[in-house]
Nanobody, 127 residues
């Protein structure tokens, strides 16, 4: 059974930084693309960033380009999201997700392609 556990959320002031981690188990982590999504109160879940199974390719939502960086350590079965220059619109619950199938590229990053999800970690940015 796949288990994804996010950590690193919290309260940060606008302009600050925060790093999230997602530890994976129950899958051969190095074979699966991983992604981060977020959901703000009253809004739908939205894509934030994704990284290919090898770590060699990444994709970002337009609203985080240049501010957020996704990375992974396949030896530690962990994916990371470094968030800089945070603003109040970044306040949300952040979820990591694992691709349904191994070896996929990340051309398409809708939530439906990701079959396993973490419980989420709250990020709150105060203005």
């Amino acid at each position: 059974q796949v288990q994804l556990v996010e950590s690193g959320g919290g309260l940060v002031q606008a302009g600050g930084s925060l790093g999230l981690s997602c530890a994976a188990s129950g899958l051969t982590f190095s074979r699966y693309a991983m992604a981060w999504f977020r959901q703000a109160p009253g809004k739908e879940r939205e894509f934030v960033a994704a990284i290919s199974w090898s770590g060699g390719r990444s994709r970002y939502a337009d609203f985080v380009k240049g501010r957020f960086t996704v990375s992974r350590d396949n030896a530690k079965n962990t994916v990371y999201l470094q968030m800089n220059s945070l603003n109040s619109e970044d306040t949300a619950v952040y979820y990591c997700a694992a691709d349904k199938n191994p070896w996929n590229n990340i051309v398409e990053v809708t939530s439906s392609r990701f079959g396993s999800w973490g419980q989420g970690t709250q990020v709150t940015v105060s203005s």
